[in-house]
T-cell receptor
Framework: DAGVTQSPTHLIKTRGQQVTLRCSPK?????VSWYQQALGQGPQFIFQ???????QRGNFPDRFSGHQFPNYSSELNVNALLLGDSALYLC??????????FGPGTRLTVT | SQELEQSPQSLIVQEGKNLTINCTSS?????LYWYKQKYGEGLIFLMM?????EEKSHEKITAKLDEKKQQSSLHITASQPSHAGIYLC????????????FGKGTRLHILP
C-alpha cells in the first residue's frame, strides 16, 4: 500500500514565478492538508481539502491556492513567489478525522 | 490561538541513555500527536493521545498526556542512533477537525 506521495522532490524557482506542487493521498484517504515548514520551524497549516472543496485555511495569503480532484489527489499553487516562500511543503492525508499521514515533502527554493 | 512549546529545543545524549521531551500547550488539548522527522524529510506518525492520563508505547518510545490535557511527554528508553531526528508535537485544537498546530520541534542527536 503506497503511502502519501508528493512531486516533485525538489524545485528551484525565481521570484515572481508561479509553482504547482502535487500530492497523492494514502489509499482510502479522502482529506488532504498542506503545510509549509520553514527551516528550523514546525510545519504551518496552509489549507485542507475535502470533497474537492477547501474546508479550512490557515493564515496564508491568497497567493496560495489549491485544488482537489475526484480521485482525492491535490495540488498546491503559489503565485508571485517571494524569497520567503522557500520551504519544505508537506502534504498530509487522513480519513474520518483520524491520524494524518505525511508525505516526504517538496523542497522549494526561491532565488 | 493555541500554541505549543517544546523543551528542550535540542538534546544530545549518549547511546543507551534514556531521555524525555516535553510539550506544553497554552490551551486544553483535544488531541496530541507525536511525529518524528528526519532532517529535510516528511513526518513519521508515532502516536496520538486523546484522553487525560493516557499513555501509549511503541517499541522503546512512550508518550503520556497529563490529566489536565495541557502537557505531554515523550520518553525514549535505551536510545539508539536510529532515534536521532526531530521530534514534533502537534495539537488538534478543535476536536478532530484535522488541522494540526505544531511545536517547533526538539532536535535529538545520539552519540555513539
Amino acid at each position: 500500500d503506497a503511502g502519501v506521495t508528493q512531486s516533485p522532490t525538489h524545485l528551484i524557482k525565481t521570484r515572481g514565478q508561479q509553482v504547482t506542487l502535487r500530492c497523492s493521498p494514502k489509499s482510502g484517504h479522502d482529506t488532504v492538508s498542506w503545510y509549509q515548514q520553514a527551516l528550523g520551524q514546525g510545519p504551518q497549516f496552509i489549507f485542507q481539502y475535502y470533497e474537492e472543496e477547501e474546508r479550512q485555511r490557515g493564515n496564508f495569503p491568497d497567493r496560495f491556492s489549491g485544488h482537489q480532484f475526484p480521485n482525492y489527489s491535490s495540488e498546491l499553487n503559489v503565485n508571485a513567489l517571494l524569497l520567503g516562500d522557500s520551504a519544505l511543503y508537506l502534504c498530509a492525508s487522513s480519513r474520518l478525522s483520524l491520524e494524518q499521514y505525511f508525505g516526504p515533502g517538496t523542497r522549494l527554493t526561491v532565488t | 490561538s493555541q500554541e505549543l512549546e517544546q523543551s528542550p529545543q535540542s538534546l544530545i545524549v549518549q547511546e543507551g541513555k534514556n531521555l524525555t521531551i516535553n510539550c506544553t500547550s497554552s490551551k486544553t488539548l483535544y488531541g496530541l500527536y507525536w511525529y518524528k522527522q528526519k532532517y529535510g524529510e516528511g513526518l513519521i506518525f508515532l502516536m496520538m493521545l486523546q484522553k487525560g492520563g493516557e499513555e501509549k508505547s511503541h517499541e522503546k518510545i512512550t508518550a503520556k498526556l497529563d490529566e489536565k490535557k495541557q502537557q505531554s511527554s515523550l520518553h525514549i528508553t535505551a536510545s539508539q542512533p536510529s532515534h536521532a531526528g526531530i521530534y514534533l508535537c502537534g495539537a488538534d485544537p478543535m476536536n478532530r477537525d484535522d488541522k494540526i498546530i505544531f511545536g517547533k520541534g526538539t532536535r535529538l542527536h545520539i552519540l555513539p
